[in-house]
Structure formats: C-alpha cells, structure tokens
C-alpha cells in the first residue's frame, strides 16, 4: 500500500494484513504515515537487508504488527530483530521459489521466524506479478506456516480453490496478493480486491 485514501478503501475490505514497503529502490517505497485503519487489521512492514535499528524505529513510527523480510537476512539477524523488539512482533521470512529449491535452508528458521512466505523468484525483490509452480511445495515437510505469494490475481480464484485442497496447502495460513490488483505500483484496485475475496469465500 502507498496512497492514503487507496489505504483506508483497501481497510474496508478487512483484509487480515496491510503491507508497506520500507525500501528505497521500490517503486511502492513507503514514505508517508499510515492513516488510522481498524486495530483488527496488522499493518506488516516489509523490509530488504535492512538493519536492526532501521526495522526498529519503523516499528515504532508506525506501529507495526509484523515485518517481512525480503532480503538474505540471516538465521542470526531474525532472532536479533525479535529480541529487539515486543514478543507478538510477527516475522515473515520472504523466500524466493524456483527448481530446484532446497527446503532444507528452512530448518534452522524454524525457531527464529512465525511464518515463511514463498514467492515467485524473478528479476525484482517481489512484485514480478508472475506465478511459481506450486507443485514444487510438494517438496515442505516443515509445519511452520506460510503465505502464498507470487503473482496471485483475479483470474486465479479457481486455481488458488484447488491448491488449498491439496496436502500441500496444509499449513498455507495466508494468500498474499499485490501487483495484478494495481492501477500502479501501490494503488489497488479495490473493486476486483473485493470480488476476488468475495469468490475465495464462495470456493471455500
């Protein structure tokens, strides 16, 4: 999210979570202040190799509910960040998804993050509005949950229906949706967000 009117229309959906970007080279960079939004919604800062102390202040000017983490953060860096901030601070380790994938990279996150999210791997840092295979989740054992991410959009209702009725969507706990619901970089469309959550709830 980037435009404050665009924010509080996004707000009256009740989506679970809100995203800002905290990074510089982003195109839906955040710089402004989060308007009030119900306290139900958890505004998630994301964030890309960004340090300690630069994730903390965001933390506390916006007062965020979770921050992901797109960057190569560390095992070390993610259990420093938790102990830097409040214990409900939620952690989303961003992970990008291509064959060949070794999960095995996941286990020693475990301990050190609440959920993974797995999206597509493509030229940008997220937001490449592409599709990964799906069948290579096939390849988690882990119970840690996650959020599907990676180019999500109107046209995949059904495929996203079927997905959720496989093993592999076991432990998806969230559907992460961005760039094919934008007019631009960070200005949804809110017509099509609530028709794509209206028919998720009608597949359910």
């Known amino acids: 999210m980037k435009y ?3 924010i509080k229309s996004v707000a009256v959906l009740e989506p679970d979570y809100l995203g800002f970007i905290f990074y510089d080279k982003s195109k839906r960079n955040f710089e402004n202040q989060i308007p009030e939004i119900a306290h ?14 630069h994730i903390h202040e965001m933390i ?8 992901q983490l797109h960057g190569d953060e560390t095992v070390a860096y993610c259990l420093e960040l938790r102990e830097a901030n409040r214990p409900d601070l939620e952690i989303i380790k961003a992970f990008s ?3 060949g994938f070794d999960f095995k990279i996941l286990e020693s996150y475990t301990t050190a993050c609440d959920y993974f999210l797995f999206d597509t791997k493509g030229k940008e840092r997220g937001g490449n509005g592409t599709l990964f295979d799906w069948e290579l989740l096939k390849g988690y054992k882990l119970d840690k949950p996650f959020f599907l991410s990676g180019g999500i959009g109107p046209d995949e209702v059904h495929q996203v229906a079927e997905f959720l009725k496989t093993p592999m ?18 200005m949804k469309k809110v017509l099509e967000l609530k028709k794509f959550i209206e028919l ?3 597949e359910e």
Do not use: R, W
Request: charged share 25%; aromatic share 8%.
């Open 4 to 6: 404050e009117e665009n």
């Open 40 to 53: 139900e919604i958890k505004k998630v800062g994301v964030f890309v190799n960004a340090t300690v102390t």
């Open 60 to 67: 506390l000017k916006h007062d965020l509910n979770a921050v």
């Open 97 to 99: 998804m291509s064959q």
């Open 169 to 186: 969507a076991i432990y998806c706990y969230a559907l992460d949706v961005n760039s094919k619901f934008e007019t631009e970089p960070g």
């Open 200 to 202: 998720n709830a009608k």
